[in-house]
């Protein structure tokens, strides 16, 4: 089972900032939360991970609260094509292995 | 040019049929998995493989099968076991290790005729 929890969906428009939420109360301390996307009918990106303190990378920022049990990704000035369906994820250990484990995520729709 | 691929895009199969999927890296990663993704759905792990010659069940195993006999490939063959192979299947590698960054292939859209 998935350890996040998402909201179904989110409209934004272009060019403003995309704030997507993600709450993770179960999560360990030693637990990466990943973000990764998926445009229609294509292969999840990578988009950005953290532990702890805020990430920002070419794509996104990533603000953890400091209690990590909940975090946003922010893109700054949305575009049309970043619709997509956004997942969350914080790794399970299942029988000794690190595993992702994929929700449904949250679509994104970038209006103009 | 560094990344994964897929092959086919597309692909059909006849009832009773085994097909494979072929999934290739170039990019030295030790680990390699399978998705399968049904409409509207999350992905859900198939098998994964950690290193050469070696593999594990993911969540919903049970008519597949794969193989690991070089670094590079990693091919799913599904099995006429799997009653409802009509889906979406991923393939994706990443380096071994706490931050498991998992980068994905194109994907193979599986039908049955």
């Not at chain 2, 049929?17 to 990019?27: A, H, I, M, R």
């Not at chain 2, 990663?29 to 050469?52: C, K, T």
Request: net charge positive.
């Amino acid at each position: 089972d998935a350890k996040t929890t998402q909201p179904p969906s989110m409209d934004c428009a272009e060019g403003r900032a995309a704030n997507l939420p993600c709450n993770h109360s179960t999560i360990s301390g030693n637990e990466y939360v990943y973000w990764y996307r998926q445009i229609h009918s294509q292969g999840p990106q990578y988009i950005i991970h953290g532990l702890k303190n805020n990430e920002t990378n070419e794509m996104a920022s990533l603000i953890i609260t400091e209690d990590r049990k909940s975090s946003t990704l922010i893109l700054p000035h949305a575009t049309l094509r970043d619709t997509a369906v956004y997942y969350c994820i914080v790794r399970v250990n299942q029988g000794g292995s690190e595993k992702l484990v994929f929700g449904k995520g949250m679509k994104l729709t970038v209006n103009p | 040019d560094g990344g994964i691929t897929q092959s086919p895009k597309y692909l059909f199969r006849k009832e009773g049929q085994n097909v494979t999927l072929s999934c290739e890296q170039n990019l030295n990663h030790d680990a390699m998995y399978w998705y399968r993704q049904d409409p509207g759905q999350g992905l859900r792990l198939i098998y994964y493989s950690q290193i050469v010659n070696d593999f594990q069940k993911g969540d919903i195993a049970e008519g597949y099968s794969v193989s690991r006999e070089k670094k590079e490939s990693f091919p799913l063959t599904v099995t006429s076991a799997q009653k409802n192979p009509t889906a979406f299947y991923l393939c994706a590698s990443s380096l071994r290790g706490a931050k498991n960054i998992q980068y994905f292939g194109a994907g193979t859209r599986l039908s049955v005729l």
